[in-house]
């Protein structure tokens, strides 16, 4: 049996760490009502078969999962989805409007991430995109509600990360799942005397300062108590993470533009200069890390966020 790594969060919430890259970086949510049973983001391709050995392991059977909601179509989020689809015969497929077309028809997607990451690390950690097929799929504009087995699920439009990006709105567990629209927050960077540490995310290609600004007031003015970010798990220093999201977006733009011109050793630069931002920010949060074992664990985003920054 598959040994995979998760977490009961209480609310019938079960998260699924995907194991994308290193642990703890990638999760998917689980929601069971009753009998009953929604995913929320998938991770990768290569995700699905651990998203099964959960839903075996809780007792659930793959009939009786209602939706594959991707918070965007990021393949750490949504690449898995036209293949999870395929083993849960009654599930449907919700997405933002401007990401549908890429879950019927991923060629685009499929190229765009090839772009970022390169072929082999494409085949290696993500896999094949399966295609959704239209009559599955249930397009949720912004404020689109779902009742789901009595527990009522909201949909808002949160671009800023990614035009076809939405948070999901569970008052039933007192959160929003935000993907990546209120950023990232890794728990090895938490503190017993300041909580959680929290940093925006501009990877490629649609990073938009204004509008992520405005998802981030939006999911905070939901008026609920946690996020469970995608990066990774449920953060309950909402008010104090949205101002420090508000200063960083402002502090990325600012750095970006000194390195707009530049070719790729510019992006090397503003990566290392972000670098030193968010490492200052970490020990200012009071982490104790060496700053090389923080780097390593930041590197890959920084990276990302370059290229989006840069464009």
């Not at 599930?91 to 685009?108: N, V, W």
């Not at 970490?282 to 920084?302: E, F, K, S, W």
Request: charged share 20%.
């Amino acid at each position: 049996m598959m040994q995979v790594p998760t977490q009961a969060l209480g609310h019938g919430i079960t998260l699924i760490d995907v194991q994308i890259g290193r642990p703890n970086v990638v999760a998917a949510y689980l929601l069971q009502q009753g009998d009953r049973a929604v995913f929320i983001d998938t991770g990768a391709t290569r995700s699905v078969p651990a998203l099964l050995q959960v839903l075996e392991n809780q007792g659930v059977d793959r009939g009786c999962v209602d939706y594959v909601i991707p918070t965007h179509v990021h393949l750490d989020h949504g690449g898995g989805a036209g293949a999870l689809l395929e083993y849960l015969p009654e599930a449907q497929l919700i997405i933002h409007p401007l990401g549908a077309r890429h879950m019927i028809d991923p060629t685009k997607l499929n190229a765009g991430a090839t772009a970022v990451y390169g072929e082999e690390v494409m085949q290696r950690v993500f896999g094949d995109l399966v295609p959704v097929p239209e009559e599955r799929m249930i397009i949720a504009e912004d404020g689109f509600e779902v009742d789901w087995n009595g527990r009522l699920l909201k949909f808002l439009d949160t671009p800023g990360h990614a035009r076809h990006h939405f948070s999901v709105v569970d008052a039933a567990s007192d959160g929003v799942f935000t993907g990546d629209a209120f950023g990232l927050s890794y728990r090895e960077f938490d503190t017993d005397e300041t909580g959680n540490f929290g940093l925006p995310t501009s990877s490629p290609v649609q990073f938009d300062p204004e509008a992520m600004h405005a998802s981030v007031d939006k999911i905070v003015h939901a008026g609920q108590r946690y996020c469970y970010v995608t990066h990774f798990g449920r953060v309950h220093d909402v008010k104090r993470i949205q101002g420090n999201l508000h200063e960083l977006i402002d502090i990325y733009v600012e750095t970006a533009a000194a390195y707009a011109e530049q070719s790729a050793e510019g992006h090397q630069a503003l990566s290392a200069a972000l670098m030193d931002i968010i490492l200052d920010r970490a020990v200012q949060h009071g982490c104790d890390m060496p700053r090389d074992i923080m780097a390593d664990l930041l590197q890959m985003d920084m990276d990302l966020n370059a290229m989006g920054l840069i464009k």
